[in-house]
């Protein structure tokens, strides 16, 4: 079994984390800017507007175009670099972010401009943030860290700005309003961008090869080098069988923790009578629990074997906490659960991340990472949608009930399956002219090392939404 230790660039001092630590600052800053937004821009409309239909519309907006972007921002990715890429988006997003005060402080914010200022906050977002991730395989070889540490690190630092950017939020908007809020985001992506722009990684070492692997092809490259890109990603994601179980798994778990935390929570807290005290309980418990829980594998997912880890981990994170609320168990009880979920939570996306990092050759990291991302990310806009119809038309209880077992069928029993046996190979980086446009055979051995799945680095970022389960 290869070594789980990257080893440090030959052009870096070892042990360098600067790079590391820019990074982890920057996805800080900008993720919590963004949480400013999500509570700030949809009060904004509801207290100009008063309608919740108008509030939801300009949320769908967002949340499509988000993935859009995702989808088709790999291939820029790849050819521009994660570095540059990264910063430009950043202060896109800081823009278009500030167009929306200012247009509202001169009187030139009418519903269907807010509209669109809505779709190209996603547009730019979700490519940013694709961007930021595919920098931590360099990161963590620089700061010679496995990648589970590093990934560990981004998701709990990514949990911290989840819990403190609401917070935060409800502040900005209680003392003065939303539109400093979204004016306090918009300054957050100057940050981030200036972070990335001062400590980003420049290449070297195996990144290098890649660039030069990558620059090569550009130029013996014909017309349309931009969907001939966007296909050989697809046609990779395609044929990996386990990425492309990863990413329906977590487009489902999406769609449903969508779902859950829009919707079932607060109809279940008006059912108990528990209102917005039992909502507020149970999101800080596990809130609490989820920054706990990635510290957690932070130190130790590295250590674990990943699928009986992955296992346990949903078995505790899923369809027990849809199963107590069904069973209109005491408030007490659900949070116990609740505080389960966050610890169990936290070790699953560093397995995730690092996996699929590892099995993304570097020059096609871009764009197979922008369309797994996106994939993972398309049942959160249809997650509310849909619950509340389904709690229209069936009830609550049902839907939890069917919650529970979609939840099951989706993380569990496919990880049962052969293939995915290769969650625990953790993989050394390959030359990444050996992967040049290569994708996996469908018909390879569960524990064979293809060319075209070499590792990003020897031995995850989080999602990720992105890729986030």
Known sequence: MPSRKPPADASAPKGRRTSLHGLLAAYTVSLFGTRLTMIALPWLVLVTSGSAAQTGLVAFCEAVPLVIGKALAGPLIDKVGSRPFAVFADLVSAVVVGLVPLCYWLDALPYGVLLVLSAAIGVARGPGDVAKRTMTPEVAEQAGIPLERASGLVGTLERLAGTAGPAAAGALIAVLSPLWAMT??????????????????????RLRRAEESTREQDAEGGSERYLDQLRTGVRFLRKDRLLRSIAVMLSVTNLVDAAYGSLLIPVWAKEIGGGPAAIGALGSVFGIAAVGGSALATAFAAKLKRRPTYVIAFLIAGPPRFLVMAFHLPLWVVLVVALGDGLAIGFVNPILNAVMLERIPRPLLGRVSALTDSVGSAGIPLGPMLAGAAVTAAGLVPVLFACAGLYLASTVLPALRPHWRELDARRPADDPDAVRDKAPD??????????????????????????SA
């Open 442 to 467: 469908d018909q390879s051995d569960a524990g064979r090392a293809p060319a075209a799945v070499a590792a990003a680095a020897p031995t995850a970022a989080e999602t990720a939404p992105g890729t």
């Open 184 to 205: 306090a985001n918009a300054l957050c992506f100057v940050a981030s961008a200036a972070l990335i722009a001062l400590t980003g990684p420049r290449g070297g070492g």
